[in-house]
């Protein structure tokens, strides 16, 4: 029986996954990445620091108190928890400094920035679209009362 290299296990491994079943892992990133605070924390990140919809700064490490202030509604825990779950995922990198207190900063990797693209553009569409949304929801909810 002939052995396969890691290289075709994995390319193979690629071809087959499909988010459509429960058991494939890019189930779980979509599920990761469709979260609201993985896209605010991304579009915050990449330079997108007010509701601005040309998204043109540019990217830039962040301390976490930053992105605490920024992100507002964030709970403490689960702004720590997604930062982890990011830089597990290779989207975010962490940098401690050894200062008085110590520093730690969060930038995007080449992997959270082509990713960042992305989310910067769902953003903007939600920020765009916001008012007709709120439209139709408004007149679904009165032909259905």
């Not at 079943?21 to 896209?39: G, H, M, N, T």
């Not at 930038?107 to 920020?127: K, V």
Request: contains cysteine; positive net charge; charged residues 25%.
């Amino acid at each position: 029986m002939p052995t396969t290299t890691k290289a075709v296990q994995t390319a193979r491994a690629k071809a087959e996954y499909n988010a459509f079943l429960a058991v494939c892992p890019s189930r779980q990133l979509l599920e990761r990445i469709s979260d609201k605070w993985v896209v605010l924390i991304l579009c915050a990140l990449g330079g997108e620091t007010s509701g601005e919809v040309d998204g043109s700064r540019a990217a830039r490490a962040m301390r976490y108190s930053e992105l605490a202030r920024l992100l507002t509604g964030v709970s403490p825990k689960m702004l720590t928890q997604t930062l982890r779950a990011l830089e597990r995922d290779g989207l975010v990198s962490r940098a401690v400094t050894p200062t008085v207190p110590v520093t730690v900063t969060y930038e995007l990797t080449e992997l959270g920035r082509s990713l960042h693209d992305l989310t910067r553009n769902l953003r903007q569409w939600a920020q765009v679209h916001m008012d007709e949304v709120l439209a139709h929801r408004a007149g679904h909810d009165a032909a259905t009362s």
